[in-house]
T-cell receptor
Framework: GAGVSQSPRYKVAKRGQDVALRCDPISGHVSLFWYQQALGQGPEFLTY????????KSGLPSDRFFAERPEGSVSTLKIQRTQQEDSAVYLCASSLVDGLLQPQHFGDGTRLSIL | GENVEQHPSTLSVQEGDSAVIKCTYS??????FPWYKQELGKGPQLIID?????GEKKDQRIAVTLNKTAKHFSLHITETQPEDSAVYFC????????????FGQGTRLTINP
C-alpha cells in the first residue's frame, strides 16, 4: 500500500487482558515510531526503531508496554495486563531515512478502549 | 527535554479569511518543525514543514514562518475553505533528539461558510 497501515482500527479489551497492535510502515522506510494520543491531546512519543533495532524506548509508560520489529519492517506494540488508563489512540509513523530529519508519515491509528 | 506550546486551542474564522496558529519551543537544539492536520478518525497528515536554516516556506495557501531567536514558529492559512476545518498540530524535533516529535496541544480550526 501507499501509506502506513495499522490494524486493528478498533480494539476493545477487558482490564487485565493482553493486546497486540500491528503497524505496516511504508515500504522501504527505515525508521518507525509509535505514539500514544489521548483524547483531545497531541500525540506523545513511545518508542523508535531504526530497522530492527529499538534505539529509544524512553516514552513507554511502564514495563507492561513492549514493542518489536524483528525483521525491520512490520512492528507490533504489545500491552500486557491492560489498565483503563491505557485507553487511547496508538499511532504508528515511518520515515524514509534515519538521521536526516525526514518527514514522518502517520497511519490512522488503533483506537484502544479498555473496559 | 523539549516542550512545545501551541495557541490558540480553538479558532473560528469566516470562509475566505486567514488563520494563524502559533507555537513556541524550548530546546534551542530543535531544528525541524512540521505541521500536521488531523481529521476526525484519521491519523495526522503532514501539510508543511520547515528546517531551521530557513525563515519561511510557502505551499499554495499554506505558509510557515520560523523565528529561531525567539523560538517560535507559526502556520498561516490564507483564503480558508470549509475543508480546512480540522485539528492542527505543530511539532519540533532534532537529530539529537532521535527525531522523536514533540507535539503541541493542537488547535481546532473551524471555517464558517
Amino acid at each position: 500500500g501507499a501509506g502506513v497501515s495499522q490494524s486493528p482500527r478498533y480494539k476493545v479489551a477487558k482490564r487485565g487482558q493482553d493486546v497486540a497492535l500491528r503497524c505496516d510502515p511504508i515500504s522501504g522506510h527505515v525508521s518507525l515510531f509509535w505514539y500514544q494520543q489521548a483524547l483531545g491531546q497531541g500525540p506523545e512519543f513511545l518508542t523508535y526503531f531504526q530497522n530492527e533495532a529499538q534505539l529509544d524506548k524512553s516514552g513507554l509508560p511502564s514495563d507492561r508496554f513492549f514493542a518489536e520489529r524483528p525483521e525491520g519492517s512490520v512492528s507490533t506494540l504489545k500491552i500486557q495486563r491492560t489498565q483503563q488508563e491505557d485507553s487511547a489512540v496508538y499511532l504508528c509513523a515511518s520515515s524514509l531515512v534515519d538521521g536526516l530529519l525526514q518527514p514522518q508519515h502517520f497511519g490512522d491509528g488503533t483506537r484502544l478502549s479498555i473496559l | 527535554g523539549e516542550n512545545v506550546e501551541q495557541h490558540p486551542s480553538t479558532l473560528s474564522v469566516q470562509e475566505g479569511d486567514s488563520a494563524v496558529i502559533k507555537c513556541t519551543y524550548s530546546d534551542s537544539a530543535s531544528n525541524y518543525f512540521p505541521w500536521y492536520k488531523q481529521e476526525l478518525g484519521k491519523g495526522p497528515q503532514l501539510i508543511i514543514d520547515i528546517r531551521s536554516n530557513v525563515g519561511e516556506k510557502k505551499d499554495q495557501r499554506i505558509a510557515v514562518t520560523l523565528n529561531k531567536t525567539a523560538k517560535h514558529f507559526s502556520l498561516h492559512i490564507t483564503e480558508t475553505q470549509p475543508e480546512d476545518s480540522a485539528v492542527y498540530f505543530c511539532a519540533a524535533t532534532s537529530e539529537a533528539g532521535a527525531q522523536k516529535l514533540v507535539f503541541g496541544q493542537g488547535t481546532r480550526l473551524t471555517i464558517n461558510p
